[in-house]
């Protein structure tokens, strides 16, 4: 029997090797096709902290101080959070909230010229109630909200891995 499922788990990883699956990342090389980057986010702001930790982390794209220098510049053009009733109790009290978290940015090339258009992300996570759990659920609310930042600089990056950059004339 056990023989049976170690032959069951080698063949199962010999066919997800032999498909191209591949973490995302696990190549160590930099997915970015830009240089340089420019992030126009005041310093304190936590999306572009972690917007900058991941581009550091790439081993062919630099982080610029100046939007001049830079081959791409991104611009948090709006982030917002938000909470709405999503369902009550029989006593009226609130039971379920949606939580959505947007988050506008635009992608410049060196000239001004824009490589990707003003883009909105509007992520949605859903969370239950309960007045007797006030303190963990606001604890909740606030690592849900971590969790949509997180995946919206995820997809402010792939989307940057798609674009082009201005080709030098």
Do not use: H, W
Not at 138 to 143: F, I, L, P, Q, V
């Amino acid at each position: 029997m056990q023989r049976r499922s170690l032959v069951l788990a080698l063949s199962g990883a010999a066919l997800l090797s032999a498909c191209g699956f591949r973490l995302r990342g696990s190549d160590g090389k930099s997915s970015l096709p830009f240089r340089t980057v420019y992030i126009g986010v005041p310093e304190t702001s936590p999306v572009g902290v972690e917007l900058k930790r991941y581009i550091r982390a790439s081993d062919d794209t630099t982080l610029v101080t100046d939007p001049k220098l830079a081959e791409a510049s991104i611009d948090i053009l709006g982030e917002t959070r938000d909470r709405a009733t999503l369902s009550l109790n029989t006593q009226g009290r609130i039971r379920e909230y949606s939580l959505y978290y947007r988050l506008r940015f635009q992608v410049k090339d060196k000239a001004g010229a824009l490589l990707l258009a003003p883009t909105e992300l509007v992520l949605k996570r859903d969370i239950s109630f309960n007045e007797s759990q006030v303190i963990a659920k606001e604890k909740e609310e606030e690592m849900l909200y971590r969790d949509m930042q997180s995946d919206a600089v995820q997809q402010i990056l792939r989307r940057m891995t798609a674009l082009k950059p201005a080709q030098p004339a």
